[in-house]
């Protein structure tokens, strides 16, 4: 089963690269990542969901002080990855998606918010086609129902596309 499943640890490494600091992030996932490797995939779990649980820290904490926010976007969709891959091995299919909506909620939330600085809006628009990538790659897989994917495909698009016309007109007055 694990040959079938994408592996996230070098999108892990590339994150940590672009990360001046050693996070709890980094340690996080690189120890859930050890467990999904061993088969121990309720501890993965929960070393995920505290991976997940630290990228949101630290996205309020770019919203506070406008630091790092080059690396905290990718943050956030490699742990949703590795959080979907965990449960893919299970398999429960439903719980991934669930997983990568929430990643996409709370990426379009901040995107939302009047008071995030502008380069970690624009490192989120940069990388939310990564994040529908990842959805998108899962329709082929037999685990899942190819129209709860479109379904979560399109309300990406209609998120991202309602927040940039929303700055067009900003910038057109």
């Given at each position: 089963m694990k040959g079938s499943l994408p592996n996230f640890e070098a999108g892990t490494e590339a994150v940590c690269q672009n990360v001046a600091f050693d996070t709890r992030w980094r340690r996080l996932t690189k120890a859930a990542n050890t467990q999904f490797d061993d088969g121990s995939?309720?501890?993965?779990?929960?070393?995920?969901a505290q991976?997940?649980?630290?990228?949101?820290t630290l996205f309020t904490k770019a919203l506070q002080t406008g630091e790092n926010c080059r690396a905290i976007p990718p943050m956030m969709i490699v742990s949703a990855c590795n959080m979907a891959r965990n449960y893919e091995a299970i398999p429960a299919p439903h719980s991934a998606l669930s997983v990568f909506h929430q990643s996409l909620e709370f990426l379009v939330a901040v995107l939302q918010n009047g008071t995030a600085p502008p380069p970690l809006k624009a490192e989120i628009v940069?990388?939310?086609?990564?994040?529908?990538c990842e959805i998108a790659a899962r329709k082929n897989m037999n685990i899942y129902d190819d129209l709860l994917i479109e379904a979560l495909l399109r309300l990406a698009k209609s998120k991202v596309e309602a927040f940039l016309k929303q700055q067009m007109s900003v910038c057109a007055n």
């Open positions: 995939h309720n501890q993965a779990q929960r070393l995920y991976a997940i649980a630290e990228a949101e940069r990388n939310i086609p990564q994040l529908t």
